[in-house]
């Protein structure tokens, strides 16, 4: 039986995953799928991948494409969120705050460099016209649990992250949310180091069957959304509104769309050059 590790958030996004493992239907393919937990986001996994810790990712789009062209030896093997993602600008319950102009030119939580939080403040900038040479600055905290100890003793001023995953950390008092970011771009990727797709490429082939079968049925799984609201910790009308914008895909990412993010992600000097698609996606067969 193969082992192959793959990494990814612990959100509902990636639920399907957890639904194919718990149901033993890797294995009954003879692929002993391990599952491993980032909560620190795309930057971990994008370590990970390097490192060889991880065969695949399901990781932020625009954090592994700049990855990728820094030099990580992957490659993107199909879109699995088509939708944007959401990502809530949050401060502390107790900020003086009040609106998006208010942090202009503070310090915004980051779980790591190159992470989504991390790109993420430069499209907010953007989007509000401030100068992200002069009105960005950063604090590392790892993870939201980070982000949340950063807002609370003042070593950070704001952070951004998925408005649903954060949605009971503001509905606590912990956080208050100033606004929204949706990424410009489906949301999140399949990612595989070009070793696995090398040597591996009919596991991956079942593997992505697998998957891609879940998801396309995922919402009509019975009650998901009250197993949604009970393992994530949200109110079910939450969950409701967000199963209604999430939309998963099974198909490769299109040249288009990467051209698209990469060069919104030069303007924004984020990435230092473009680099062909196929430097960044693989096709499988």
Same mark, same amino acid.
């Given at each position: 039986?193969?082992?192959?590790?793959?990494? &990814?958030?612990? #959100?509902?996004?990636?639920?399907?995953?957890?639904?194919?493992?718990?149901?033993?239907?890797?294995?009954? +393919?003879?692929?002993?799928?391990?599952?491993?937990?980032?909560? &620190? @986001?795309?930057?971990?996994?994008?370590?990970?991948? %390097?490192?060889?810790?991880?065969?695949?990712?399901?990781?932020?789009?625009? @954090? *592994?494409?700049?990855?990728?062209?820094? @030099?990580?030896? !992957?490659?993107?093997?199909?879109?699995?969120?088509?939708?944007?993602?959401? $990502?809530?600008?949050?401060?502390?319950?107790?900020?003086?705050?009040?609106?998006?102009?208010?942090?202009?030119?503070?310090?915004?939580?980051?779980? %790591?460099?190159?992470? @989504?939080?991390?790109?993420?403040?430069?499209?907010?900038?953007?989007?509000?016209? $401030?100068?992200?040479?002069?009105?960005?600055?950063? +604090?590392?905290?790892?993870?939201?649990?980070?982000?949340?100890?950063?807002?609370?003793?003042?070593?950070?001023?704001?952070?951004?992250? +998925? =408005?649903?995953?954060?949605?009971?950390?503001?509905?606590?008092?912990?956080? %208050? %949310?100033?606004?929204?970011?949706?990424?410009?771009?489906?949301?999140?990727?399949?990612?595989?180091?070009?070793?696995?797709?090398?040597?591996?490429? +009919?596991?991956?082939?079942? *593997?992505?069957?697998?998957?891609?079968?879940?998801?396309?049925?995922? =919402?009509?799984?019975?009650?998901?959304?009250?197993?949604?609201?009970?393992?994530?910790?949200?109110?079910? #009308?939450?969950?409701?509104?967000?199963?209604?914008?999430?939309?998963? !895909?099974?198909?490769?990412?299109? #040249?288009?769309?990467?051209?698209?993010?990469?060069?919104?992600?030069?303007?924004?000097?984020? *990435?230092?050059?473009?680099?062909?698609?196929?430097?960044?996606?693989?096709?499988?067969?």
């Amino acid at each position: 039986m193969k082992t192959v590790k793959i990494g &990814g958030v612990p #959100e509902h996004f990636n639920l399907a995953w957890y639904l194919t493992l718990k149901n033993g239907d890797y294995k009954q +393919e003879n692929i002993n799928l391990r599952w491993h937990d980032y909560p &620190g @986001g795309t930057g971990a996994m994008s370590k990970a991948l %390097r490192k060889g810790d991880i065969d695949i990712a399901v990781i932020l789009t625009e @954090g *592994i494409i700049k990855d990728i062209i820094e @030099g990580n030896p !992957s490659k993107i093997v199909q879109t699995f969120v088509e939708t944007p993602l959401i $990502w809530g600008i949050h401060v502390g319950a107790n900020s003086p705050y009040q609106s998006l102009k208010d942090i202009k030119g503070t310090k915004a939580a980051i779980s %790591r460099y190159g992470s @989504g939080s991390h790109l993420m403040a430069y499209i907010n900038a953007q989007n509000n016209n $401030w100068d992200t040479t002069k009105d960005l600055q950063f +604090e590392v905290v790892k993870d939201l649990d980070g982000a949340v100890d950063a807002l609370s003793n003042n070593s950070a001023d704001y952070f951004m992250w +998925e =408005k649903f995953m954060t949605k009971p950390i503001v509905d606590k008092g912990v956080f %208050r %949310r100033l606004g929204n970011c949706p990424t410009p771009w489906p949301c999140f990727v399949i990612a595989v180091s070009d070793h696995f797709i090398e040597n591996h490429s +009919e596991e991956l082939q079942t *593997i992505l069957n697998i998957i891609n079968k879940s998801t396309k049925d995922f =919402k009509t799984i019975p009650n998901i959304d009250q197993v949604i609201a009970s393992r994530y910790d949200q109110k079910l #009308e939450d969950v409701q509104e967000w199963l209604s914008l999430t939309e998963w !895909s099974q198909s490769a990412i299109d #040249e288009d769309t990467i051209n698209n993010i990469q060069e919104q992600l030069l303007a924004l000097d984020i *990435i230092s050059k473009t680099v062909p698609y196929d430097t960044l996606v693989h096709n499988l067969p």
